[in-house]
């Protein structure tokens, strides 16, 4: 595969580059990254001395090595960037001249490196050298040259103002693009494979002690320089890039002590254990002497330690020099050219080809040194023979401080009793209380408080969630979501806690459960954000709907008052309310498969609960958000229909309608509404029936219906609603002058639960509510029942109804959830055009999911007019699967609640055959309908109805051998079906024992009540 087609595949991976990484620390990088399953792009001058550094690398197949010009196509190639390590950090010959050239073609790389790291939203790291920044600060009152003698008028730089410049290029870009980056000064890197400089005092020395020379030391020998091990560099730059809170920060990575030259040639001196000499030469160096500084905030703060000893990396260093060493003498011996390119450099031969040996200077270098000494001293004598000496600095800094401390003491009198000694340890110890204080202390302390608040405001949601309160939910909601980002912002402070106890994974466990749960708050609070605005907006706005018992339509119209500004505010959130949905389920998934926690006596289990009764509600009344702007906020215009149907009076098509109305939005306000009761007067004929609809009215009743004249009521013995939809359009342009985009059907059931949340209604002095609910309206009827005047109370209750709702915003948000879920068992069923509406509110009560199926529906006699019950009926089926898997079935029909039970439809596949229709029930007949055939008969009350069939659908062949067997019990809307099932197999088949079958004398039995529909599904084998 070719490294442009490698690129675009590295997708799949966590990718990282490496710039500038033909080093070994970049090898440790690379191999870092790669062992955790990443991808590593190392880009370099010279790709095939990279190539051959990186030969020990395991998994090539995650390694690309591109030169430098390569940047230039990264960004067309590259199909994912998440880490980019800038190894700047290389500082040999730190005042060598670089031209205007290489400082732009450097600056150049580096831009485009940061343009890169933008586009993709990366993170990077830049590596610089602690040794350049020192020798920065050091000078830093010199131009952009460092007044460095120049011959040539040409203006020249050093990688001094290289790294300079690129330590600024990419801060600025920290503030100007908010690039996550970060940077990192580092000591001298060294060990087994390191990069020796011929330049550098600390490579010639161990180069000197490899070949058993004197050791050359410039000057006194007490500058000092920083190192760190190549492998603790790796380890800091890896966790400097992975610890959160780093981006836009300085960090220094080094070992803590400095090292002098001389401590260095004392090393070497022990490590080899020879008898070298010491000499001290004079520097080369033209600079001024480098001076501390601190470089910057040492990465031990992120949880970075050295592991590697100072000791152990030099002794690295000497045995790899010493391979190098006996290689090059090898080689010379046998007349061969070395192979290290480096090795011209080990005799002490710089890059400018003079002698670097030093063999004369350390002794003139080391006299001058000794005279000096031996002048100060004499000088110090000469001063301690004079009467009165003159005080030192450091004595008049003491006796000044003293002055200050004792004028202070003056105004604060408990200074008095210490003394300066301990006022200075009294300030230690203070500073350390705060460092602990801020960094333990404080965040056990936030932890604590928020943990107070969550179980507090947990309570309250507990009980506001219950009462349904939206706008108090909201606030109690936002407090627990403030305290849980608290928490979740100070937890990782308490990691070094965990780790003094041993006790890490308890950390890792506590940080991950924190974290999953400030996403799933977050998604909470984001919520309540929507339901607010949506509650701010009903609660300032009048849809102008006023009751009025006495009236026609019992209801009318004054001028809708809608706040306009919370209305744009709702349609603002409009877009983002399924999103939001769908971001609540799967953090709440996320959360639920993470263990809870125990925190300072705290149990998250209990918050978690809380938050997951919340999150029911808010799904709910978001929902409902939803379910209101498909119906009224996205429509400009819309009128729907709305049919009371009276289950009680049992039709296939749910019941006979009492009540017929509408309501007609305009621009988001009401501008009509009507509600009426179903009478003679408006109980007026349907003229666009087809023949299918006819013959379905005249199979579904026992009585003579000229279906030439059929009335709206009559309608509803179709057992298909949504066949109907055109014929109720029809008939309210006729006979109300609007056509409704939408019907809505809803039965007597659905009223009864509708109390639920408006309380008992009082009509006439009689107390109507759930319980006891056909025989209240039974009571109201007295004396005068009759279909008119049952369709006149049921109407009114519904008026009552809704005037309620309306009345209480608290109760609106309970409606639409209700009827929303009646829609479930087609108690409420929406017919329309709009997608939008039929997505969210139409029940799938027609489609069916099994090829073989048992439809079931009743008649009741329409002069009914007093049922006490709602309608159920009893259904048993008993099937047996024969050798040729066809299916004999024997089907059992009772009666069960429904009273004035007048025809009994039974609709099955088309494919059922061989009926017996039994002598006892000699009035059963079969109707055939498009893609069913209907066993329809007239039932006698106190006895069964019985028939029995041949099938071969339902049965499926199994790849992993075997069959299943499914069947699909469905009743019409409003009906309930009390169904028991019993299915035995012919001989050399045996069922499958699984969870939710049950099995009694090797056949399969379930029971239930159907409301809607019911999927039975078993599996057998042969």
């Not at 014929?727 to 639960?753: C, H, Q, S, W």
């Not at 829609?823 to 509406?837: G, L, P, R």
Request: with cysteine; aromatic share 10%; hydrophobic share 35%.
């Amino acid at each position: 595969m070719s490294e442009k087609n490698k690129l675009k595949s590295s997708i799949k991976y966590p990718t990282s580059l490496i710039i500038k990484g033909n080093n070994f620390l970049g090898v440790e990088i690379a191999k870092s990254l790669i062992e955790q399953g990443g991808y590593v792009i190392v880009i370099d001058q010279d790709v095939e001395s990279t190539l051959k550094r990186y030969e020990d690398v395991s998994n090539k197949k995650l390694l690309t090595v591109l030169d430098l010009t390569a940047i230039d196509y990264l960004d067309e190639d590259l199909r994912r960037l998440d880490y980019v390590f800038y190894l700047g950090h290389e500082a040999n010959g730190i005042t060598n001249d670089i031209s205007s050239q290489e400082l732009l073609q450097s600056s150049n790389y580096l831009d485009m490196i940061i343009r890169l790291t933008h586009k993709f939203e990366a993170k990077i790291l830049l590596s610089s050298s602690i040794h350049a920044y020192q020798a920065m600060m050091t000078n830093g009152n010199v131009d952009t040259n460092f007044e460095i003698p120049r011959q040539s008028s040409q203006t020249m730089y050093t990688q001094m103002e290289i790294q300079r410049y690129s330590e600024s290029l990419l801060l600025e870009s920290v503030e100007k693009f908010g690039i996550d980056a970060r940077i990192v000064r580092m000591g001298r890197v060294i060990g087994k494979y390191m990069d020796f400089d011929p330049d550098n005092s600390f490579d010639k020395m161990v180069f000197q002690a490899a070949k058993g020379e004197d050791l050359s030391v410039e000057s006194d020998g007490l500058e000092t320089n920083m190192y760190i091990h190549v492998l603790d560099a790796a380890y800091g730059l890896i966790k400097a890039m992975f610890t959160k809170g780093t981006k836009g920060k300085i960090y220094s990575l080094s070992n803590e002590e400095e090292i002098t030259d001389l401590s260095i040639a004392y090393k070497l001196q022990e490590l080899t254990g020879q008898n070298s000499e010491i000499k001290f030469i004079d520097s080369k160096n033209t600079s001024f002497p480098i001076k501390f500084h601190k470089p910057g905030i040492n990465l031990s703060t992120v949880g970075w330690s050295p592991r590697v000893s100072f000791t152990r990396a030099i002794s690295q260093v000497m045995d790899y020099a010493s391979d190098i060493v006996n290689k090059i003498t090898e080689k010379n011996e046998n007349n061969e050219n070395p192979e290290w390119a480096g090795n011209e450099n080990i005799t002490g031969q710089g890059q400018d080809g003079q002698n670097n040996d030093f063999a004369d200077e350390p002794k003139g270098a080391l006299a001058r040194l000794i005279a000096e000494r031996k002048a100060q001293e004499k000088a110090q004598a000469r001063e301690r023979t004079k009467k009165r000496r003159q005080l030192t600095t450091s004595e008049k800094i003491q006796r000044k401080f003293q002055a200050m401390y004792d004028s202070m003491a003056f105004k604060l009198t408990f200074l008095k009793k210490v003394t300066i000694a301990e006022a200075f340890f009294y300030l230690v110890l203070l500073i350390i209380f705060v460092i602990v204080y801020i960094g333990l202390i404080s965040p056990v302390f936030v932890i604590g408080k928020n943990l107070v608040q969550i179980e507090y405001y947990k309570n309250r949601l507990d009980q506001e969630a219950q009462e349904g309160n939206l706008s108090t939910m909201s606030k109690d909601m936002k407090e627990i979501n403030s305290s849980i980002s608290d928490i979740s912002n100070n937890v990782e402070k308490l990691e070094i806690i965990f780790k003094v106890f041993g006790e890490e994974k308890k950390f890792i466990d506590v940080s991950n459960h924190v974290r999953y749960m400030k996403l799933y708050s977050d998604q909470l609070y984001q919520a309540s954000e929507q339901m607010t605005a949506f509650d701010s907006y009903w609660e300032n706005s009048d849809l102008g709907i006023t009751y009025q018992p006495n009236s026609e339509s019992l209801f009318t119209v004054t001028k809708s008052d809608i706040d306009t500004a919370e209305l744009e505010k709702v349609k603002s959130y409009d877009t983002r309310i399924k999103s939001n949905i769908d971001g609540i389920r799967t953090s709440s998934d996320t959360l639920s498969r993470n263990e809870p926690v125990r925190l300072f006596g705290y149990n998250s289990a209990d918050t978690v609960e809380t938050l997951k009764v919340y999150e029911s509600k808010t799904i709910e009344i978001l929902e409902m958000i939803d379910n209101y702007s498909d119906l009224i906020i996205r429509q400009n215009d819309a009128t729907y229909a709305i049919i009371i149907q009276d289950n009680s009076r049992y039709t296939p098509g749910g019941g006979y309608p009492s009540s017929i109305g509408y309501i007609h939005f305009q621009d988001n306000k009401v501008v009509d509404v009507n509600l009426t009761e179903l009478n003679d007067t408006n109980d007026n004929l349907v003229q666009t029936l087809t023949e299918s609809e006819k013959k379905q009215i005249q199979a579904s009743s026992s009585t003579n219906v000229d279906t030439g004249a059929v009335n709206f009521s009559e309608l509803f013995l179709i057992n298909d609603r949504s066949e109907i939809d055109d014929d109720i359009r029809t008939f309210y342009e006729a006979n109300y002058g609007v056509t409704p985009d939408a019907i809505f059907f809803m039965d007597l059931e659905t009223l009864a639960k509708i109390f639920d949340i408006t309380g008992p209604v009082e009509l006439n002095q009689v107390k109507v509510e759930s319980d006891g609910f056909l025989n209240s309206i039974n009571l109201l009827q007295g004396n005068e029942a009759s279909k008119t005047k049952r369709n006149e109370i049921i109407t009114n209750i519904f008026a009552a109804q809704i005037n309620s709702v309306l009345k209480d915003k608290n109760k609106f948000y309970q409606l639409l959830p209700i009827l929303f879920n009646s829609s479930k068992s087609a108690s409420v069923y929406v017919e329309s055009d709009d997608a939008n509406i039929k997505e969210e509110l139409i029940s799938d009560e027609n489609v069916q999911i099994s090829e073989d199926f048992v439809h079931l529906a009743v008649t009741v006699d329409p002069e009914l007019v007093n049922p006490e019950l709602f309608p159920s009926i009893n259904l048993k089926i008993e099937d047996f699967i024969n050798k040729d898997l066809t299916i004999t079935r024997n089907v059992i029909i009772t009666q069960g609640s429904t009273q004035d039970i007048d025809r009994v439809i039974t609709c099955l596949p088309s494919g059922a055959k061989n009926f017996n229709l039994k002598e006892s029930d000699a009035s059963l007949g079969q109707t055939f309908f498009e893609g069913e055939v209907c066993v329809v008969g007239d039932y006698e009350d106190g006895k069964a109805m019985s028939f029995s069939y041949e099938l071969s659908k339902g049965i499926e062949n199994l790849s992993s051998g075997g069959y299943n067997k499914s069947l699909e019990i469905i009743s019409s809307a409003g009906l309930d079906v009390i169904y028991d099932y019993e299915a035995g197999l012919a001989s050399g088949y045996s069922i499958v024992e699984e969870q939710n079958t049950i099995i009694s004398n090797q056949k399969v039995i379930e029971t239930g009540t159907v409301e809607g529909k019911e999927y039975i599904t078993y599996k057998f084998t042969k």
